[in-house]
């Protein structure tokens, strides 16, 4: 299993940015995907972005093309989200989770974070 700790979250003015961070640690060696969702209250947990830590190819949501970057630093085991131009529709818990392959769903992945909170203000 796979042990995932978040942080970076906080309360952003809408248009501002904010930076979530991933450590990964534990069983690592089989997970190449590292990937975001986010849960609302009353939503469902939503695919934010994704990265291949062995390719650094990227993956994102429609919803936040353009706006938010996801990156990885190998050496520290740690993926990043970078996140610019917040809405206030971003708001939302987000967790870091890993999987050996890419997928959209959160069945998809089988190691997880605890979440941390994004609020941001209109």
């Known amino acids: 299993q796979v042990q995932l700790v978040e942080s970076g979250g906080g309360l952003v003015q809408a248009g501002g940015s904010l930076r979530l961070s991933c450590a990964a640690s534990g069983r690592t060696f089989n997970t190449n995907i590292m990937g975001w969702f986010r849960q609302a209250p009353g939503k469902e947990r939503e695919f934010v972005a994704a990265?291949?830590?062995?390719?650094?190819?990227?993956y994102y949501a429609d919803s936040v093309k353009g706006r938010f970057t996801i990156s990885r630093d190998n050496a520290k085991n740690t993926v990043y989200l970078q996140m610019d131009s917040l809405k206030p529709e971003d708001a939302a818990v987000y967790y870091c989770?890993?999987?050996?392959?890419?997928?959209?769903?959160?069945?998809?992945?089988?190691?997880w974070g605890q979440g941390t909170q994004v609020t941001v203000s209109s």
């Open positions: 990265i291949s830590r062995n390719s650094g190819r990227t």
């Open positions: 989770a890993a999987a050996a392959l890419l997928g959209p769903r959160p069945t998809d992945y089988d190691g």
